[in-house]
């Protein structure tokens, strides 16, 4: 595991760029938080500045759907014409696979050929959506090793929660306790078959970079996490 410092764009091995954006980029999300409806002009603002043809997202309900994205499409400014996923894969050039997040893990993986990204919370972590993402970039086809990378998200340091989380992934405990996500993450990205797996390890709880809703409960707004071949 090698950690990532600074924020930034970070190549994966395979050919893909992922980018996690932070609070200075704006809300990305259209219908959450503060300045909501500046979302579709700071997902714009971001496909630009990354020189992609398209954003593809969906829309997220803490579940283990993936979706393969096989045509650039166009981002809606709100979600309802959005496909209910947790996560996007691809194998087209130019097309910047996305999730947005305030707490919960974005996870990029890539092989040669194919990159994903998927939104990962307690509820998604325990659906199986990082087995169901691994399986959706082998159906469009990458090859080799897999290598992945976590985003900024609730750290061990600060999320507590309570028994029937912890019980939920393998962590039982008694009454109420932190609990590592990131390194449930890792757990299950290496069952999943991924050789290798880096962070950009911060708390969005305690980091005022990052939107937290844990911190700023419904003023929160989302960042975006975006995975492209490059």
């Known amino acids: 595991m090698t950690g990532l410092e600074t924020t930034g764009t970070f190549v994966l091995p395979g050919g893909a760029s992922v980018l996690f954006t932070t609070k200075a980029d704006g809300n990305m999300s259209s219908v959450g938080g503060t300045d909501a409806q500046d979302g579709a002009g700071n997902r714009e603002r971001l496909r ?18 993936v979706q393969i994205v096989t045509a650039p499409g166009q981002d809606p400014p709100d979600n309802d014409s959005l496909a209910h996923a947790d996560g996007q894969v691809t194998c087209l050039e130019g097309v910047g696979v996305t999730v947005l997040s305030a707490d919960c893990l974005p996870i990029a993986v890539a092989g040669e050929g194919s990159v994903g990204v998927l939104h990962a919370g307690w509820r998604g972590l325990a659906a199986g959506v990082i087995g169901q993402g691994v399986a959706a970039l082998r159906e469009v086809g990458a090859k080799g090793p897999l290598h992945a990378v976590v985003g900024p998200c609730a750290g061990a340091c600060c999320y507590e929660v309570g028994p029937e989380v912890h019980s939920a992934l393998d962590s039982p405990v008694e009454g109420r306790a932190n609990i590592d996500l990131r390194a449930i993450a890792h757990r299950m990205l290496a069952e999943a078959g991924v050789a290798t797996v880096r962070d950009l390890d911060a708390c969005t709880i305690c980091d005022e970079r990052f939107f937290s809703h844990r911190r700023e409960g419904e003023r929160a707004g989302r960042m975006a996490a975006v995975a492209w071949l490059s």
């Not at 630009?48 to 759907?65: D, E, F, I, K, P």
Request: positive net charge.
């Open 48 to 65: 630009l500045r990354l020189g992609l043809a398209a954003l593809a997202r969906g829309y997220q309900v803490h579940g283990s759907a």
